[in-house]
């Protein structure tokens, strides 16, 4: 299995709505990442977890709330978001953090997000 | 902080054609690694060829290369041969050693023409 896998594929929420973004891998990556992505843009990182700490928050707003309940999975959970925050959210993986030589990070198809 | 620029917003080329896609980046660190990456419209990002900045043999992967210029910071890609799956955004990216934090550079649209 090398793949990133991102449910839902779409998502549409309202300001006060709470909703949780969900990413798995099965390839024993023990590095996991968080970006959000806007149309014709570049991913911007928000969150990475490492060996299921989180190791960089790039001061993100508190009501994006990660998670990494184990080292396969990694949430992502919405709370009074604003629809500037609609976007395409990528989760990604690398193998290790510490190895440079495996640093590469495999992405997921990504969650797009509507807030209204 | 490390930068990465991509002047080229967007490119085109005639299929069975060489492109070629720069990207420049700017750092004060001495062993870190560069990635470009393919997003086509609506589809994943994947890994089109990395390169890491102690080699200085260019990295090859089929019909995709590099240039690597470590001393003037910069990467280029050359796609030979360009078929109309090669249309899509790519990413130059830098990746800082045993950081996990990549910077990614603005992107450049590649148009595939028939």
């Known amino acids: 299995d090398t793949e990133v896998t991102q449910t839902p594929k779409h998502l549409v929420m309202g300001m006060t709505n709470k909703k949780s973004l969900k990413c798995e891998q099965h390839?024993?990556?023990?590095?996991m990442y968080w970006y959000k992505q806007k149309a014709k843009k570049p991913p911007e990182l928000m969150f990475v977890?490492?060996?299921?700490?989180?190791?960089i928050n790039e001061s993100v707003p508190s009501r994006f709330s990660p998670e990494c309940p184990n080292s396969s999975l990694l949430n992502l959970h919405l709370h009074a978001l604003q629809p500037e925050d609609s976007a395409l959210y990528l989760c990604?993986?690398?193998?290790?953090?510490?190895?440079?030589?495996?640093?590469?990070?495999?992405f997921g198809p990504g969650t797009r997000l509507t807030v209204l | 902080a490390q930068t990465v620029t991509q002047s080229q917003p967007e490119m085109s080329v005639q299929e069975a054609e060489t492109v070629t896609l720069s990207c420049t980046y700017d750092?004060?660190?001495?062993?870190?690694?560069l990635f470009w990456y393919k997003q086509p419209p609506s589809r994943q990002m994947i890994l089109v060829i990395r390169?890491?900045?102690?080699?200085?043999q260019n990295a090859t992967e089929n019909r995709f290369s590099v240039n690597f210029q470590k001393a003037a910071k910069s990467f280029s890609l050359k796609i030979s041969d360009s078929q109309l799956g090669d249309a899509a955004m790519y990413f130059c990216?830098?990746?800082?050693?045993?950081?996990?934090?990549?910077?990614f550079g603005d992107g450049t649209t590649l148009t595939v023409k028939p």
């Open positions: 390169q890491e900045a102690y080699k200085q």
């Open positions: 990216a830098y990746l800082e050693t045993n950081a996990g934090k990549s910077t």
């Open positions: 990604a993986s690398s193998q290790d953090p510490g190895l440079a030589d495996y640093n590469e990070q495999f």
């Open positions: 750092t004060s660190e001495s062993d870190y690694y």
């Open positions: 390839m024993g990556h023990r590095a």
């Open positions: 977890y490492s060996y299921e700490k989180l190791s």
